[in-house]
T-cell receptor, first 109, second 111 residues
Framework: GQSLEQPSEVTAVEGAIVQINCTYQ??????LSWYQQHDGGAPTFLSY????GLEETGRFSSFLSRSDSYGYLLLQELQMKDSASYFC??????????FGKGTTLSVSS | ETGVTQSPTHLIKTRGQQVTLRCSSQ?????VSWYQQALGQGPQFIFQ???????GRGNFPPRFSGLQFPNYSSELNVNALELDDSALYLC??????????FGPGTRLLVL
């Protein structure tokens, strides 16, 4: 079967750093993506890792270890607007995104 | 703003009815995928179309069907609606990169 595991909830304060982990077990792995979704909104692309290592995009970074079937999303200098659900998703070559159940991040002042 | 639009935004149907949801992809994006997102869950892959042909399908029954048109629009059709079909339906378009761009979704309620 195919499965992705990520924590259901994470809480943090403004200015802090948060890491959201994701482990996966899927067939046809091509890469790992991260999406952000605010309540009632559409998933928005954050980052994509096809190779092992760290990808940095502003305050957000994402890491992948293919040998460990593991990745994480790192959010720095947290802001209130970062409160949202974060999904890791496996890209299967040429076809679907297989999503995890999502992590709800709550940022407080 | 992803350039992907969906209609309608909300819809209420009763069990047994049929529904058609519509999506307009970004110009130049030949691949469109449809996802079902139940409350509190991640999106679940329904199927994908590339140049008007279905080229991938998730674990959904045949009463979920689709079409893609040359003008970058597409449809999701669901027959014989069931209560469990109540969800947010998302379409996503993709060009040559791996990034998928999602529309705002259609929220379907089946009574």
């Amino acid at each position: 079967g195919q499965s992705l595991e990520q924590p259901s909830e994470v809480t943090a304060v403004e200015g802090a750093i948060v890491q959201i982990n994701c482990t996966y077990q899927t067939s046809g792995f091509y890469g790992l993506s991260w999406y952000q979704q605010h309540d009632g909104g559409a998933p928005t692309f954050l980052s994509y890792n096809a190779l092992d290592g760290l990808e940095e995009t502003g305050r957000f970074s994402s890491f992948l270890s293919r040998s460990d079937s593991y990745g994480y999303l790192l959010l720095q200098e947290l802001q209130m607007k970062d409160s949202a659900s974060y999904f890791c998703a496996v890209n299967q070559a040429g076809t679907a995104l297989i999503f995890g159940k999502g992590t709800t991040l709550s940022v407080s002042s | 703003e992803t350039g992907v639009t969906q209609s309608p935004t909300h819809l209420i149907k009763t069990r047994g009815q049929q529904v058609t949801l519509r999506c307009s992809s970004q110009s130049g994006h030949n691949t469109v995928s449809w996802y079902q997102q139940a409350l509190g869950q991640g999106p679940q892959f329904i199927f994908q179309y590339y140049r008007e042909e279905e080229n991938g399908r998730g674990n959904f029954p045949p009463r979920f069907s689709g079409l893609q048109f040359p003008n970058y629009s597409s449809e999701l059709n669901v027959n014989a609606l069931e209560l469990d079909d109540s969800a947010l339906y998302l379409c996503a378009s993709r060009g040559h990169q791996e990034t998928q761009y999602f529309g705002p979704g259609t929220r379907l309620l089946v009574l």
